[in-house]
């Protein structure tokens, strides 16, 4: 049974770090590109980062510098590690996996930056 199970979100007030892990189990992880979407109240998900298995890292633009995606295969968990947060992260983040074959999804976690 495939799971993706992201943690870490929460309250912060800009400017604050908040670091989401994402445990996957039930597929190859090794293999697969993994990586974090969020979707904003009344918008369309969005990807956020993505890290493929050799290390190749991808990021949208508004988060460029402030946010960093990681991976660890021996614990089969990515990390999503966020700084400078703005109000306009809020959001639900989600973690996916991608082996070609199949695409997974997390059930997400909320973060919300306000003051």
């Known amino acids: 049974q495939v799971q993706l199970v992201e943690s870490g979100g929460g309250l912060v007030q800009p400017g604050g770090s908040l670091r989401l892990s994402c445990a996957a189990s039930g597929f190859f992880f090794s293999i697969a590109t993994m990586g974090w979407y969020r979707q904003a109240p009344g918008k369309e998900r969005e990807l956020v980062a993505t890290i493929t298995t050799g290390g190749r890292l991808n990021y949208v633009d508004s988060v460029k510098g402030r946010f960093t995606v990681s991976r660890d295969n021996v614990k089969r968990t990515i990390y999503l590690q966020m700084n400078s947060l703005k109000p306009e992260d809020t959001a639900v983040y989600y973690c996916?996996?991608?082996?070609?074959?199949?695409?997974?999804w997390g059930k997400g976690t909320l973060v919300t930056v306000s003051s």
């Open positions: 996916n996996a991608d082996t070609r074959a199949m695409n997974y």
